[in-house]
């Protein structure tokens, strides 16, 4: 950690950029950011031109023809970019001086991923608690933090699993509690066809499991 002014912590770099302390990971290969994200955006547009040639659409049409770059831009640079360490938020944090032990809970963050395994959108809202130790952190980057696990291909209980872990070792507490309530496009657009339905996952540590008036917060506000 590095001191900025008074109260101010900023994270160093190496540790903002290494997700060593995030053990659930996606499954990826080691040589995945071997090539840089303007040879991925290539590549995937060419591949992508492929699926579309096959589908047996027009590519001389004006409106399609750039779809392929346009569909391998979205995924290096928006949709998936937080797979990518170098994306990774710059934390920083403050000082705990108001000496407040008590829980902060961040209720409605939206999140838009991506199942893996269809790769359509999963789209919910994140609530968060922790209890602050000697630190505290800025609300947004909370709201970050969760944007920066969610633009990946996942599934719902990894992408809680990340930012419990990513919140604990940030903040240096074990009281953490995160609810995901969220939609699968999945679900709703094909196979089941199920529309309205939503997934709940949800994990709680620490001190924030025992109190069960909290976890009814976290896992109540988000019903609608
Ligand atoms: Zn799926």
Do not use: W
Not at 58 to 80: C, G, H, Q, W
Not at 122 to 135: C, D, E, F, L, S
Not at 175 to 188: E, P, Q
């Amino acid at each position: 950690m590095t001191k900025l002014n008074g109260n101010t912590l900023l994270v160093k770099e190496s540790l903002i950029n290494s997700n060593h302390h995030v053990t659930v990971k996606n499954p990826l290969r080691d040589d995945a950011f071997d090539i840089d994200d303007d040879l991925k955006i290539e590549l995937i547009a060419e591949k992508f031109k492929d699926i579309v040639e096959i589908l047996g659409f027009d590519l001389t049409n004006d409106s399609i023809k750039d779809t392929p770059n346009r569909v391998a831009k979205m995924y290096v640079n928006e949709i998936f970019k937080g797979l990518n360490p170098i994306n990774k938020p710059k934390v920083a944090l403050f000082k705990n001086v108001y000496e407040y032990h008590t829980p902060l809970v961040e209720l409605n963050i939206p999140f838009t991923s991506f199942c893996e395994h269809h790769f359509v959108p999963i789209q919910g809202k994140v609530n968060i608690a922790y209890m602050p130790n000697t630190y505290v952190i800025g609300l947004s980057k909370i709201h970050r933090l969760v944007d920066f696990y969610a633009r990946r291909p996942q599934v719902q209980e990894r992408l809680t699993m990340q930012i419990v872990q990513e919140l604990s070792t940030t903040l240096n507490t074990k009281d953490v509690g995160v609810v995901i309530k969220a939609n699968h496009s999945c679900i709703s657009c094909r196979g089941v066809e199920d529309l309205g339905s939503s997934t709940l996952t949800s994990v709680f540590l620490g001190q924030i499991k025992n109190d069960n008036n909290l976890m009814s917060v976290l896992l109540g506000s988000n019903s609608d």
